[in-house]
């Protein structure tokens, strides 16, 4: 039997066409070889970075310590002008994370940029509390370690007062010392404060106002560091635990990129204990009862009335904050009897408010020109 080679009516024979497909297959499989071989390049380096991540340098500022105590530290930082504002500002920082967010790198440094605008810096940096400090409240952190931190800086500065300017529930916790002790207050500057928390709708607000505190620290004595960064976690599982790493792979050969990322790595997981009396009432009175803009809250003996706050203020809100809802923040201006008050909104979220390119060119410079005027 003899055999015909087949032409189909385009005049191909199906023998080249076989040949031709080997010879495209070949090309295919080698790319695909290459490509598993780059990407496994990537995810080694990438694993050999993350376990540096703790050794990175921030908050590299000059600054000298003013006061240290078991609980804080009281950092003046060194101006960057011949001439400074006369009127000082006092940075009261959040209890939980670490207060280097606001000086994380040179190009998105909070406090640096304050300095090159003229301004004169302190920052109350919060100390990881032990055991024996899971009795202490926001009475302690308000009137006393707040307290002594503003008498320490009025006083090196011969001013009676200065501008209070905090972050998140370090805001709350400004606001709440500029409604008892506003005679050594001149400018009340929050930024994302937790004020009202009934409308507050995002995941950790939800999560709070169903949280059995007493519970937890009466097993526990102060609320862990895992716990606070599980809280933390789950409100993006999805990009804090899988997509970042993907983008991080992706980009491991970028230098730029790749600081930034280690930097906001060793940050995130650099999440201090809370006291556990002050993480109490923190849950119980500002989330699940929401005392604090009612004016029943009361740390110690004092009950704090926002409504008896007259000194300028400035409210600065992130529009895609998605820790503290921005109807949450607004609420501290309506609450206050300041004439002189003002809320800036920005379209970024809660970190980015802070530590971003955005915030240097967009945020910072209407905070700045805010201040200057009143603090000459």
């Given at each position: ?7 189909p009516e385009?005049?191909?024979?199906i023998?080249?066409k076989e040949?031709?497909?080997?010879r ?5 499989v ?31 500022l000059s600054?000298e ?5 078991r609980?804080?530290r009281l950092l003046?930082?060194?101006?960057l ?13 959040a ?9 994380l790198?040179?190009d998105?440094?909070?406090v640096?940029?304050?300095l090159?605008?003229?301004f ?10 032990t ?25 090196s500065n011969?001013v ?21 002790h ?10 994302a ?8 709708g995002t995941?950790?607000?939800n999560f709070a ?20 960064y599980?809280?933390f976690?789950?409100l993006?599982?999805?990009?804090q635990?899988?997509n970042?790493y ?7 050969d ?7 990322f ?7 997981y ?7 009396e002050t993480?109490?009432?923190w849950?119980?009175?500002?989330y699940?009862?929401?005392?604090l803009?009612k004016?029943?809250m009361?740390?110690?003996?004092n ?22 809802s ?6 501290l201006?309506?609450a206050?009897?300041s ?6 909104h ?9 530590a971003s390119s955005?915030s240097?060119?967009n ?6 020109q ?5 603090s000459?």
């Amino acid at each position: 039997m003899e055999l015909k080679t087949v032409v189909p009516e385009n005049g191909k024979k199906i023998g080249d066409k076989e040949e031709k497909n080997k010879r495209d297959i070949k090309p295919t499989v080698e790319e695909a070889f290459r490509f598993l071989e780059e990407n496994s390049r990537k995810v080694e380096k990438t694993r050999e970075l993350l376990h540096t991540a703790d050794k990175i340098d921030v908050g590299v500022l000059s600054h000298e310590i003013v006061e240290e105590t078991r609980l804080y530290r009281l950092l003046h930082y060194r101006p960057l002008v011949s001439r400074t504002a006369r009127t000082p500002i006092l940075v009261v920082y959040a209890l939980m994370n670490k207060s280097y967010i606001l000086d994380l790198q040179p190009d998105k440094s909070w406090v640096r940029n304050l300095l090159s605008q003229g301004f004169n810096v302190y920052l109350i940096d919060w100390k990881t509390p032990t055991n024996i400090d899971k009795y202490a409240s926001f009475d302690d952190y308000v009137n006393y370690y707040i307290d002594d931190c503003v008498d320490l800086v009025t006083k090196s500065n011969s001013v009676e007062k200065l501008t209070l300017h905090g972050y998140c529930l370090g805001s709350t916790m400004s606001a709440m010392y500029a409604s008892l002790h506003q005679e050594k207050v001149r400018n009340l500057a929050t930024i994302a404060p937790i004020v009202d928390t009934e409308n507050d709708g995002t995941v950790l607000a939800n999560f709070a106002k169903h949280l059995g505190v007493d519970k937890i620290i009466e097993t526990l004595g102060n609320f862990p560091r895992e716990y606070l960064y599980g809280c933390f976690s789950m409100l993006k599982p999805f990009k804090q635990g899988v997509n970042k790493y993907i983008n991080l792979v992706e980009n491991i050969d970028n230098a730029k990129f790749v600081q930034n990322f280690l930097r906001m790595e060793k940050w995130l997981y650099d999440t201090p204990t809370i006291a556990g009396e002050t993480f109490k009432q923190w849950i119980q009175d500002i989330y699940q009862k929401n005392l604090l803009v009612k004016n029943e809250m009361k740390i110690g003996d004092n009950v704090i009335d926002l409504s008896k706050i007259k000194v300028p203020i400035l409210n600065i809100v992130a529009e895609e904050d998605h820790l503290v809802s921005p109807q949450c923040s607004v609420a501290l201006n309506d609450a206050v009897s300041s004439v002189d008050k003002r809320i800036m909104h920005f379209h970024t979220g809660h970190v980015g408010l802070i530590a971003s390119s955005y915030s240097q060119n967009n945020v910072l410079p209407k905070v700045g020109q805010w201040l200057r005027v009143r603090s000459q």
